[in-house]
T-cell receptor, first 113, second 115 residues
């Protein structure tokens, strides 16, 4: 049930772009993206709720292809502050009031000067 | 808004003892709280989901009697690691949300070291 992420790790120079992919073998109801810095808790970036949706947050944006069961996170003109591990999470519907989220293995992103 | 705190941030204990970790939503009522475990350089592994006033739902492979979860109020959930062993050493993170809100808000985590 855990989604797959690629690449596993990436090193960028400041100003370069990166794409992180997230895919699932099961149907995706929504995709969550979080960033975690070393020793800290994950921080919410964005959530995509339906196929075809695209969202942006400053220079970080994401798309969701429901048919292909995948989502991509785009980081443009990367900054040093973008360094961290990026997790995608896929929602698993539950009968209770809140659906649980299963996180992918993470993509380590390092931005160097 | 939507701040979640955890206490303690770090704890070291002897093997065989029990440790309680608190997770509090400071500025909202958390109808649902999640407990995750994270080993170094690994992903967040969901341990259990708890809704206020009801029993927690544990993920497959997580021992209910070892990891006791109590969600007694809309602002507090506790995780008690009973009879802790060195293999229980990990980073434990809680998250919280409320009905109708898709986003989870994470606490700062608790680093547990069992000697």
């Amino acid at each position: 049930q855990q989604p797959v992420q690629s690449p596993q790790a990436v090193i960028l120079r400041e100003g370069e772009d990166a794409v992180i992919n997230c895919s699932s073998s099961k149907a995706l109801y929504s995709v969550h993206w979080y960033r975690q810095k070393h020793g800290e808790a994950p921080v919410f970036l964005m959530i995509l709720l339906k196929g075809g949706e695209q969202k942006g947050h400053e220079k970080i944006s994401a798309s969701f292809n429901e048919k292909k069961q995948q989502s991509s996170l785009y980081l443009t003109a990367s900054q040093l502050s973008y360094s961290g591990t990026y997790f995608c999470g896929t929602e698993i519907p539950m009968k209770t009031s809140y659906d649980k989220v299963i996180f992918g293995p993470g993509t380590s992103l390092s931005v160097i000067p | 808004g939507a701040v979640v705190s955890q206490h303690p941030s770090r704890v070291i204990c002897k093997s065989g003892t029990s440790v309680k970790i608190e997770c509090r939503s400071l500025d909202f009522q958390a109808t649902t709280m999640f407990w995750y475990r994270q080993f170094p350089k690994q992903s967040l592994m969901l341990m259990a989901t708890s809704n206020e006033g009801s029993k927690a739902t544990y993920e497959q492979g997580v021992e209910k009697d070892k990891f006791l979860i109590n969600h007694a109020s809309l602002t507090l959930s506790t995780l008690t690691v009973t009879s802790a062993h060195p293999e229980d050493s990990s980073f434990y993170i809680c998250s919280a949300s409320w009905t109708g809100r898709e986003t989870q808000y994470f606490g700062p985590g608790t680093r547990l070291l069992v000697l």
